[in-house]
């Protein structure tokens, strides 16, 4: 686990970061991109280690940075650790039973990287009319049985 005294960068968009030490990621683990569980003042956000710039950076969106209560060039108090927990995401009922019907777009459903199944949990999510949201699942269905 790494605890660090750190300004929120904004690195010229509209995103913070956390910039890390190619030492400092090493510390994390195996991996370059490792993901991490980001704690300022007693409150966290999963999160993932990237490169960008030629930095490595943990990136705080708007939302995240909403959640963790800090705000673009504050210094903060930052612990950051390896996340190894399961990625889980929170499935919309709809595409849940539209998954459970077809076999095959499940098992790809599954297959895919957290990131890409929370995607489109959040496109069904996300839709306000109830014609949008069977349009996206019928979306999401027809892309994955490619």
Not at 20 to 31: F, I, M, R, S, W
Not at 49 to 72: D, H, T, Y
Request: charged content about 25%.
């Amino acid at each position: 686990m790494l605890t660090l005294q750190t300004t929120l960068d904004s690195l010229g968009g509209p995103a913070a970061a956390i910039v890390l030490t190619d030492e400092q990621v090493a510390e994390l683990g195996p991996t370059k991109n490792p993901p991490v569980v980001v704690t300022i003042d007693g409150k966290s956000a999963r999160l993932r280690v990237a490169r960008m710039g030629g930095l490595n950076c943990i990136g705080l969106s708007k939302a995240v940075r909403a959640e963790l209560g800090v705000e673009i060039d504050q210094d903060v108090t930052a612990t950051v650790e390896l996340d190894t927990a399961e990625r889980t995401v929170d499935m919309p009922q709809e595409l849940t039973e539209a998954l459970d019907a077809d076999p095959a777009a499940r098992a790809a459903f599954d297959a895919l990287s957290y990131s890409a199944r929370k995607e489109h949990a959040r496109q069904v999510s996300t839709a306000k009319a109830a014609e949008t949201r069977d349009r996206r699942i019928a979306k999401i269905l027809d892309s994955l049985r490619g």
